[in-house]
């Protein structure tokens, strides 16, 4: 399994990566955006500043002569407010989404590289998260900041500044409150950082129970636990319900905070306004340009005051993504890595230890030769150590000692590509992906023409029933193949693995889960695959593999015994043994199935 990040930190070098990764590459459009905040700032508090000689002007001197002309002037202020925050709106909304999109990119590209092993020690659902949940949270946080920081904060300096040119001593008296809500509010921040925190992690688990549920379904009704994954989805919806109300709560409490403290605000620059009105110290314009003023501020005061939450929620995302971003794969090239020269095949561990888990090693020091060109098969009771082997020859995991060579060469040494192209693999399950059987034989073979294609089908005895479909090779096999029977999506996947053409083969319980016709059909497909290449066969049926060149017993993750069917028939050791018990269940099993037979 790959290696787990380093740490990751302050709030400080958070709040610096995000900006540096997320936010920098957009600068000019963001720098554009401001300078239309500044404008709407400015026609904010223009705004308010009309106040003045509209009160004292038009309808205290009753002056005709001034309507017109400040009637144009608070049109054209709206106009330009109006359009500025249409201009910076646009832009910030290009800036997020195109963050979105960049992310998104970015972290499935760094997926794409890291092993085998993080994938099976990662849950699907907390990867999907990641994509859906958390690079969504860094876009609102990122367009939050921007906006706030600048249209919110300039429109305030814009306000505050026609509030100390009405009255210096009146904003001062008012504003004087405003620092007393300034702990409280990031306290809320941290309790809001630890509950997104917890809210992500447990909608990654909600996704993978889900997508679980969903694509074992025939296996949910089978057993009949539908009830079971009902309970599963209830227990996790209520936890994240309550860790979303939490949430909503925390961010809400900045609310009553600013209410009051805005309350006091106003009340004061009443009270003490309103005296200074009556006593002659200042005109009734000037004091309802003030007090326009100072409640037009209040809203972006507000949102600066809620910007701290959505900032927490945001570098939670930021978090969780940067450290999948800064995971490194297990399996690393060289940097002096050469591609793999195939002068036949031939596949040698030698001495190799191997342990999923520190305690249990899956191989103890073993030791096989497959021969180039020739067909091998593993064969051994489960957890042998028989796809331990199958997963070490691409490099799915490295080996803890020893080496595994394809023609005398350390798989460590080579390139990745080259080692991917020399290998073909047909497992048991097979992965076939939501498109067209075009697609999905293709898959892997950009260059593959619709002649190669079909080809490789009919070697693959897959072209007929491909032709038989409604869209023939058009047709869309649904999620996992599921319009397929599991014969044609074998056969699917021995016609992509034919089209591949790599000279080492490896088939992992090909036919393990076929009927008996199918399983013939596919046979029948996997000699002609098999042909001139090199094999390397897994088979719990023993029947499959009695033509294979050499069979490899394996037990605990060592090797007991090797030869051809005959001479390990002949040796009466663990493969005869194996083999007599398997004959007898299938004759018991014929004798089931006929009951008026004689064995």
């Not at 040119?165 to 504003?175: E, K, N, T």
């Not at 394996?554 to 005959?566: F, M, P, Q, R, V």
Request: proline share 3%.
């Amino acid at each position: 399994m790959s290696p787990p990040p380093a740490n990751l930190h302050s709030t400080r070098q958070l709040s610096k990566r995000l900006f540096n990764e997320a936010v920098r590459p957009y600068g000019g459009r963001i720098a554009a955006a401001v300078l239309f905040m500044a404008l709407a700032a400015g026609a904010q508090g223009m705004t308010a500043w009309l106040m003045e000689p509209v009160v004292d002007r038009v309808f205290t001197a009753k002056n005709s002569a001034m309507l017109w002309p400040i009637a144009a002037a608070v049109l054209l202020t709206f106009a330009v407010k109006g359009g500025s925050e249409f201009a910076q709106s646009t832009l910030m909304s290009q800036v997020g989404l195109r963050i979105i999109a960049d992310l998104q990119k970015r972290l499935f590209a760094h997926l794409m590289t890291l092993d085998a092993g993080f994938f099976g020690a990662t849950r699907s659902g907390t990867l999907v998260s990641r994509f859906m949940v958390d690079v969504n949270m860094m876009r609102m946080a990122v367009s939050s900041a921007i906006t706030s920081i600048g249209k919110d904060t300039l429109t305030v300096v814009a306000l505050v500044g026609v509030m100390f040119y009405q009255d210096w001593m009146l904003a001062s008296v008012a504003f004087f409150v405003f620092p007393v809500a300034i702990y409280p509010i990031a306290r809320l921040g941290k309790r809001m950082r630890k509950v997104t925190v917890n809210t992500q992690e447990q909608m990654g688990a909600f996704n993978t129970v889900l997508e679980q549920s969903f694509q074992g379904i025939r296996m949910v009704k089978a057993y009949g636990l539908e009830g079971l994954e009902q309970r599963k989805v209830a227990t996790l919806t209520e936890v994240i319900y309550t860790l979303t109300l939490k949430s909503a709560v925390t961010r809400a409490m900045s609310s009553p905070v600013m209410e009051t403290l805005g309350g006091v605000a106003v009340t004061i620059v009443i009270v003490y306004g309103g005296y200074r009105v009556i006593a002659d110290e200042t005109t009734t314009g000037s004091f309802f340009s003030f007090i326009t003023a100072l409640l037009m501020a209040y809203q972006p005061m507000k949102a600066l005051a809620k910007l701290n939450a959505s900032l927490q929620e945001g570098l939670a995302g930021a978090q969780r993504l940067f450290d999948l971003l800064d995971r490194r794969s297990a399996i690393e090239e060289k940097p002096d890595a050469a591609p793999l020269r195939i002068t036949g095949g031939a596949v040698r561990l030698e001495d190799v230890t191997f342990a999923y888990e520190p305690t249990a090693p899956a191989l103890r020091g073993l030791t096989l030769d497959i021969p180039a060109g020739k067909t091998v098969a593993l064969v051994g009771p489960s957890g042998a150590g028989k796809s331990t082997i199958m997963n070490l020859i691409p490099r799915f995991h490295d080996v803890d000692n020893g080496t595994v060579g394809i023609d005398g060469q350390d798989v460590r040494d080579v390139t990745l590509g080259s080692l991917c192209a020399a290998v073909a693999l047909v497992s048991q399950e097979v992965v076939l992906f939501d498109d067209t059987v075009r697609a999905n034989i293709g898959y892997g073979r950009a260059d593959a023409t619709d002649e190669d294609i079909q080809e490789a089908a009919r070697m693959a005895a897959a072209h007929d029933f491909i032709m038989a479909l409604p869209n023939g090779y058009d047709t869309l096999v649904g999620e996992r193949g599921m319009t397929l029977s599991g014969g044609q999506r074998q056969r699917l996947a021995i016609a992509r693995a034919m089209l591949k053409n790599a000279p080492i083969l490896l088939l992992d319980e090909a036919t393990s889960a076929l009927d008996t016709d199918s399983e013939r059909q596919v046979q029948t497909a996997l000699e002609t695959l098999m042909r001139g290449r090199t094999s390397l066969v897994i088979a719990h049926r023993l029947s499959t593999v009695v033509n294979a060149d050499v069979i490899h017993v394996l037990d605990g993750g060592c090797l007991i015994e090797s030869g051809s069917h005959a001479e390990l028939l002949a040796r009466n050791g663990a493969y005869a043994r194996l083999y007599a018990l398997q004959f007898a269940a299938d004759a018991a099993r014929v004798g089931m199935a006929h009951p008026g037979t004689v064995g």
